[in-house]
């Protein structure tokens, strides 16, 4: 079945340093969702990339879409602590025809000040 | 505007014991999902809905069981609670870019 990863799995940074997260989905998307969930709290949307070798932009936070629409990275530049969460993609469900997405795994990250 | 709510945020279960548990929306979405939140394994869906009155098995249904008598509700039950249904479950609904928009979370434990 279709699987989307995820990696580092874990990640601790130096409060001022930057944060990287991958995604990589075992077929093609359509698009890639990414969200982030505070610890104790529940998934929040962030942004929907659709096109191939897309790049967008929210403050600090940059996502790219590959060319081959099959990974995805999530940059924060110069963290901080208010970045501290996990990070999820997720990807339709390429056969799924209620909207259902696939999630990755999550990288949880630490921003120690 | 409240979102997607659920009820209850906490609950403790005996094994063998049944509850449900409660998702409203006042979003007007046709989509609603249900998913539970293991360490390490990150959202599986259990059910979902496309509709009032529609329900369809996800990733993980087997112990659950779901209704949407209404479009703003969508219910999930345990009919006999297990230790491995010990979770996070989190309620979902779709918007118009497909974007999800998550209730705030029922933690449950089963002893």
């Known amino acids: 079945g279709q699987q989307v990863m995820q990696i580092p799995q874990y990640q601790h940074v130096q409060e001022g340093e930057d944060f990287t997260t991958y995604c990589n989905s075992s077929t093609t998307l359509s698009n890639i969702q990414w969200y982030k969930q505070r610890p104790g709290g529940h998934p929040v949307f962030l942004i929907q990339l659709v096109k191939s070798g897309e790049v967008k932009k929210q403050k600090r936070l940059t996502f790219q879409f590959g060319e081959a629409k099959k990974n995805s990275s999530l940059h924060i530049t110069a963290t901080q602590t208010t970045d501290v969460g996990t990070y999820f993609c997720a990807g339709p469900i390429s056969s799924g025809s209620a909207r259902q997405l696939t999630f990755g795994s999550g990288t949880q990250l630490t921003v120690l000040p | 505007n409240a979102g997607v709510t659920q009820t209850p945020k906490f609950r403790v279960l005996k094994t063998g014991q049944s509850m449900t548990l409660l998702c409203a929306q006042d979003m007007n979405h046709e989509y609603m999902y249900w998913y539970r939140q293991d360490p390490g394994m990150g959202l599986r869906l259990i059910h979902y809905?496309?509709?009032?009155?529609?329900?369809a098995k996800g990733e993980v249904p087997d112990g659950y069981n779901v209704s949407r008598l209404k479009k703003q509700n969508f219910l999930l039950g345990l009919e006999s609670a297990a230790p491995s249904q010990t979770s996070v479950y989190f309620c979902a609904t779709s918007g118009v870019l497909y974007e999800q928009y998550f209730g705030p979370g029922t933690r449950l434990t089963v002893t």
């Open positions: 809905s496309v509709g009032e009155g529609t329900t």
